[in-house]
Nanobody, 124 residues
């Protein structure tokens, strides 16, 4: 079992940056692929980014490519989401999630464990 705790959210102006962190419990963190999702009010939860077990493979939704970077530090049991050039449409609650596989990495059903979320608000 993995427990996930996100941090780093907040209020930022458009064009600014934030770095989200997701700390995982357990000694098997490196065996999980990790993903970041977000959910805006009134909308479905959507895929943002994913990273493979050792970080050698990453995937992004088109809307964040070139602005967001996902990374992980297995020694610290932590996955990060660096968000630059933020836009008002990035406003959402951001969730990290852990998956035993990395098949359909963009699907919420692929992930067995979820954090509680952290709010990101981008003011225009």
């Amino acid at each position: 079992q993995v427990q996930l705790v996100e941090s780093g959210g907040g209020l930022v102006q458009a064009g600014g940056s934030l770095r989200l962190s997701c700390a995982a419990s357990g000694r098997t963190f490196s065996s999980y692929a990790m993903g970041w999702f977000r959910q805006a009010p009134g909308k479905e939860r959507e895929f943002v980014a994913a990273i493979s077990w050792r970080g050698g493979s990453t995937h992004y939704v088109d809307s964040v490519k070139g602005r967001f970077t996902i990374s992980r530090d297995n020694a610290k049991n932590t996955v990060y989401l660096q968000m630059n050039s933020l836009k008002s449409e990035d406003t959402a609650v951001y969730y990290c999630a852990a998956s035993n596989t990395m098949g359909s990495y963009y699907e919420t059903t692929e992930y067995a464990y979820w954090g509680q979320g952290t709010q990101v608000t981008v003011s225009s």
